[in-house]
Nanobody
Framework: VQLQASGGGLVQTGGSLRLSCAAS????????MGWFRRAPGKERECVAA????????YYADSVKGRFTISRDNAENTVYLQMNSLKPEDTAVYYC???????????????????WGQGTQVTVSS
């Protein structure tokens, strides 16, 4: 599976961005997807995850109520709508596929099999 993330950029505090991640290749399998981020000097963290059906989602406490993860399986694409952005949201954002976690969610990066190249999100104060 190849993942192509896009949608990052520079935005002011309080602004919004929508990240997209398009999957190609072995997309006939069912899989869970997640969005991770790595801020400078910090470890990579899972900010959101979604099951294959979209019926189950996870959000980190730091983004709950501001970010929304969704997916369009017909388009093999997962989205991360980010609203009310804060400077602490500044990071490189990565999408990832977890082949063994199509129904249950996982936030552990070692359980994800494929990763996108990352897209930079910068929130200015």
């Amino acid at each position: 599976v190849q993942l192509q993330a896009s949608g990052g950029g520079l935005v002011q505090t309080g602004g919004s961005l929508r990240l997209s991640c398009a999957a190609s290749g072995r997309t006939s399998s069912r899989y869970g997807m997640g969005w991770f981020r790595r801020a400078p000097g910090k470890e990579r963290e899972c900010v959101a995850a979604i099951s294959w059906s979209g019926g189950r989602t996870y959000y980190a406490d730091s983004v709950k109520g501001r970010f929304t993860i969704s997916r369009d399986n017909a388009e093999n694409t997962v989205y991360l709508q980010m609203n009310s952005l804060k400077p602490e949201d500044t990071a490189v954002y990565y999408c990832a596929v977890a082949l063994a976690y199509s129904q249950v969610l996982t936030t552990h990066d070692f359980r994800y099999d494929f990763w996108g190249q990352g897209t930079q999100v910068t929130v200015s104060s």
